[in-house]
């Protein structure tokens, strides 16, 4: 069973912090966290949007401070997950050589929702499609640990 999941998008400041939230809601025995493969936000907090969309939800995001991914990931993490196949090249083009930990994306979870990444809000505005994809996502990975 994977015990330490790490949750990859582009800022880290939307897509990745709702995984890690949504997910450490469903299974708080698994040590989570989130980065992002740009550090334009490194050191921020959830965007407000996204925050405010997760609280309706129940989720407290307020804590989640914003990080850039680094090689040093894959010794640390069990599992790595990519919101979307540019995340995922961002990621592996960084992977040490002997790094053996998988990086998965995040849709590959929600076979049933059509989706081939989890589209960027930020860009999209649709906070709440958004979180729908990522609620199914982190059942199926959820599923999978057991
Ligand atoms: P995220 O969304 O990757 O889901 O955190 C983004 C947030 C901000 C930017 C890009 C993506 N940005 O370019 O500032």
Known sequence: MAQNILFVCLGNICRSPAAEGVFRALCPE??????????????SPPYGAMQAAAKARGLDLSDLRARQFTPQDFARFDLIIAMDGENLANIEAQRPEGATTPVKLFTDYAPGQGADHVPDPYYTRDFDGCLDLIEAAAGGLAKTLR
């Open 30 to 43: 698994v040590e989570t966290d989130s980065a992002g493969t740009a550090s334009y936000h490194v050191g």
